[in-house]
């Protein structure tokens, strides 16, 4: 696949999301009208032509994008295999409450399909002009759903807009399965998706989600053991989908749809540039409001406040908001203490942008100025952050070479500045995580690629060095307390490194955001 270099798709990002060159203000859309409620289910272009173009089956994503997708993966499996990738279900935060949907992300980057339990099946057949045989199983359309849901896009939908060459009800899964599995040479399978704590033990599900789970299906007892595909005439329909799906017989579908999900597209870039844009812009946002005497909980109400405004649908994860030592902690995302006037702030947060991740972290200081010693850790991080995301370049190095790397530099950066270290004492204490992790639709984007791996084009990972100093007498006492962590996303082109997360990083930028 010939891909384009940076200007080409900054252009294209461009031109997808023509965006205010301010900060947020709020988008109208004049001359559209909805209808409502929706009568397609998740949004298309004809009743939502604000958020789907057309051609486009969902936001930034054309139908064409989703078939190549499916076809790539089939022609890259042995023949006769057959997928059976499960979508999402929805979960309980308690009894019958649920959190927001959100679908499983190779289902989606198979399907595009945005209701809860549904399930992909691709038959590999040569003979048929696309190549294989394209099945979903989908929540029928009922009185009850249609009422207590809104419209969905049933079977009818799931052929006419996704295209696929037959559906069913999802109820029919069971009985259907085994005669698609039946011919089968390889299996690729998705396991069916847990159910929440207190989704098996609920006595009375709420009328609103008292269609069909699949959880029910595939969470009753199954037999342990291998599974053999051509001997399941004689069980029961859902013993017999778990345990082909959880057994040997199957080989895990996430390995190969994330060899992939890896290399992202021009359409993919340009919509993270997007979520990286609208999240930069936020954090832009935050470093202006905070005050000493403000709470780390505000903060993170400015920053998700702003990425709603831009257009991001949700948090792509629990944002860390860390003020003075709390930034030594991690995963710190209690965010219930008040900024003091010497702290320096670590915030870690990204929006989520139809159902792209972005993956931002800012260190700034609440009086608006980096004192000395926060000024000399913060610039010896950057220094690091700002080397490492040079080398993302087609063929340059592995993550685990750019991680080793990393920690050399902090030791050297950190020497200059008055610290007398240790072997160890640099990746055990003071910087206690790893440098870089894919990102893409999730966070942690194809956790199954190796870190060996040689970064290419169309990779988008984050490099994010941390320096966290403890009150410990072995670090010099002017930098105890402190926590720096800088963290961008870094498209991997062929014209080099595109940091598609543009919120302010030089000391000078941070200080006049901070004074804005
Ligand atoms: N925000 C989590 C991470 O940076 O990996
Ligand atoms: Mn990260
Ligand atoms: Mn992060």
Redesign the pocket.
Known sequence: MSRPGIARLRTLARRCYATPAAAVTQPTFPGITNPKPPTTGQPLARSHAHLVRAGELTPGISAAEYESRRRRLMESLPAGSVVVCMGGTVRLVSQQIFYRFRQATDFWYLTGFDEPDAVAVLVSKPSSPRGYEYVLFVPPRTPHALQWEGDCAGVDGAVSVFGADEAFANTELPSRLPALLSHAAEVYASLPPSPSPSASSQPHPPPSRRRSSLLKLFHRDAPAGAFNWKSFDNDPPHLVLSAALASDAAKPLARVVEHLRIRKSPAELALMARAGEISARAHCQVMRFARAGGTEANLQATFEYHCALGGSERP??V??VASGANALVIHYTRNDCVLGQDDMVLI???GEYHMYAS?I?RTFPVAGRFSPAQRDLYTAVLNVQKDLVARCKPGEANLNELHRESCVALGRELKQIGFNLSPGDVERTLYP?FLS?HVGSD??DCPSAERGVILSEGHVV?I?PGVYVPRDPRFPKAFHGLGV?I?DEVAVTKDGPWVLTPAPKEVAEVEAACQA
Do not use: I, K, N, S
């Open positions: 792509a994860y944002p860390v870690d947060a990204g993956d972290t995580h992790h966070l942690h984050t994010e962590r963290e």
